[in-house]
């Protein structure tokens, strides 16, 4: 089993939807959780960072659940620009090393 | 602001040939990461620093070796490149712990014939 999964997608949306993300990750013992954002053929761009609470920035909302083991995204009234690949960040408990899941890729459509 | 800058960014090389990797950074962070991205396999850590003169393994370090004589500067070196070791490769930076958000270089495309 792979340390985080995610579904790959993708996500063909209008614009204007609410579409979520699920990602799951093995180690119960994972203490930080980060959403990455990457575009076609360019470098990951951290998105937001995911507090046990849940925070929101903007049309995006993250949650946490730790007894099911699983981080969300929520992206609200989505726009064209929001067409890209969505990295789930796991701070692995053993290591303290980022893992990556190998993302969730979103077209928003006109 | 230049953040975290790679070079080359592109480059083709044949078996055997060796190359560096060059990644700056300008935020006087103190950790440095090299990773490589596949298809479907997600970013993989291929070795790290935690501070000038020190470097660790990652998850996949073998045919590579790193070294950071200077804070700003990470330089990824394959000795005698392989057809497996064709990928894009991203350099990051963080201020302090790995638990930190990083911060990405633009990649340097890499393909060995």
């Known amino acids: 089993r792979k340390e985080v999964e995610q579904d790959p997608g993708p996500f063909n949306v209008p614009e204007g939807a609410t579409v979520a993300f699920n990602c799951t990750y093995s180690?119960?013992?994972?203490?930080?959780f980060f959403w990455y954002r990457q575009d076609c053929r360019k470098e990951p761009k951290l998105l937001m960072s995911?507090?046990?609470s849940g925070n929101e920035d903007g049309r995006f909302t993250a949650q946490l659940n730790r007894a099911s083991q699983y981080i969300s995204l929520l992206i609200r009234d989505s726009k064209l620009s929001d067409s890209a690949t969505y990295l789930c960040v796991v701070i692995g408990g053993a290591t303290n090393k980022l893992i990556f899941g190998t993302g969730t890729l979103l077209a928003v459509q006109p | 602001n230049a953040g975290v800058t790679q070079t080359p960014k592109f480059r083709v090389l044949k078996t055997g040939q060796s190359m560096t990797l060059l990644c700056a950074q300008d935020m006087n962070h103190e950790y440095m990461y090299w990773y490589r991205q596949d298809p479907g396999m997600g970013l993989r850590l291929i070795h790290y620093s935690v501070g000038e003169g020190t470097t660790a393994k990652g998850e996949v370090p073998d045919g590579y070796n790193v070294s950071r004589l200077k804070k700003q500067n990470f330089l990824l070196g394959l000795e005698s490149a392989a057809p497996s070791q064709t990928s894009v490769y991203f350099c990051?930076?963080?201020?302090?712990?790995?638990?930190?958000?990083?911060?990405f270089g633009d990649g340097t495309r890499l393909s060995i014939l």
């Open positions: 995911v507090y046990s």
């Open positions: 180690n119960s013992a994972s203490q930080s």
């Open positions: 990051a930076s963080s201020y302090l712990g790995s638990n930190q958000p990083q911060h």
